[in-house]
């Protein structure tokens, strides 16, 4: 028994939670991962799994195992990084999690020079804008925009994204153009934004130097992604509030007229988040520094396509807490 090889699919088996997801994620077929499992309970001499037709479960045995093993492994990638990071060109595959928008608008326009700079990586790039258990599904990374939930997570602040409030001319020429965010509430539509289908909306938050306020507004539909978000603004359904870099373009074609830019909106955070035992490997290194320097232009920048630029308006630069 490669007790190596065992050790990790079991700690794989537990993060996935089930052996066919596990076998997927490790990429050998189920048969060799049960008898990995099965291998290593024999060797352990104890029970670390409880399998059922639609779920495994952790024993008591395995709980403890699962712990001490999966730190042991951490240290050894570790202790392999160290001796190779000086020396070895970054390479291998790479999982990251990524909102849709994000990633069609800016990422992957400049992932050639990406991989110019790092042949040797390959990237599986998940699009979604649903929250991910990163360990679950053996992620390396992910990247997170606004204010992060899970505590557990290691995160660095790559970047900022400001929102800015926009309509379809069709839309304004049916329903009139709001001149104050109240006026949102009062006869309009909007499109909103429902991270996970059943929970809140997100509100429209709006401020000045006097005051601050939330609107959610009435909705004919809501979605959880953004490039549908932006789709039903375009067709006119709706007001919404859209990053900067996924409004520039439509507002340069007149297919979004942008309202409301005396009122500022704070600006999202940009996180990438990884798992906190998960070695930040060289290739996750050279991925963060490189997100961290293409978003450190400045969320006006991260859209090169357009020569529309929202103006910024003095008043709104020093906001109340």
């Known amino acids: 028994m490669d007790q ?14 089930t052996f066919t997801r596990a076998a997927q994620l490790l990429d050998i077929p ?31 045995d395995g709980a403890a195992y699962y712990e001490r093993a999966n730190r042991l492994l951490g240290e050894l990638d570790e202790l392999d990084a160290s001796m190779t ?9 790479l999982r990251v999690d990524c909102s849709s928008a994000l990633a069609i608008s800016v990422i992957i326009p400049e992932l050639h ?63 009139g153009v709001p001149l104050h965010p109240r006026d949102i509430e009062d006869g309009h539509r909007v499109v ?9 909306l997100l509100p429209m938050i709006y401020q000045n130097q006097q005051e601050k306020i939330e609107i959610t507004g009435r909705y004919v539909i809501s979605l959880n992604e953004g490039m549908g978000y932006l789709a039903a603004g375009l067709a006119g359904l709706g007001i919404l509030q859209l990053p900067t870099f996924m409004a520039r373009e439509p507002i340069a074609e007149g297919r979004l007229s942008p ?7 704070a600006p999202k955070p940009l996180h990438i988040v990884y798992p906190p035992n998960r070695h930040l490997s060289n290739k996750v290194r050279v991925f963060v520094d490189w997100l961290a320097e293409l978003f450190g232009k400045g969320a006006f920048e991260l859209a ?18």
């Open 85 to 93: 990071l000086a020396q070895a060109r970054p390479s291998g595959r």
């Open 113 to 175: 020079a990406f991989h110019a700079r790092y042949p040797d990586i390959q990237l599986d790039l998940g699009l979604s804008d649903r929250p991910t258990d990163l360990a679950a599904e053996n992620l390396d990374c992910a990247v997170r925009a606004g204010d992060l939930t899970d505590q557990s997570l290691i995160a660095r602040r790559i970047g900022e994204m400001q929102l800015i409030t926009c309509a379809a001319p069709d839309y304004l020429a049916r329903f």
């Open 259 to 265: 309202l409301l830019l005396d009122w500022c909106t």
């Open 4 to 17: 190596l090889s065992a050790m990790r699919a079991f700690v794989r088996v537990v993060e996935a939670g």
């Open 30 to 60: 189920k048969p060799t991962l049960t008898k990995q499992i099965q291998q290593l309970e024999a060797h352990l001499r104890a029970k670390l799994l409880n399998r059922t037709t639609r779920r495994v479960t952790v024993t008591m």
């Open 304 to 321: 090169k396509n357009s020569s529309y630029a929202p103006p910024r308006h003095t008043r709104c630069e020093t906001l109340p807490p």
């Open 192 to 200: 909103a934004y429902r991270p996970l289908l059943g929970n809140r």
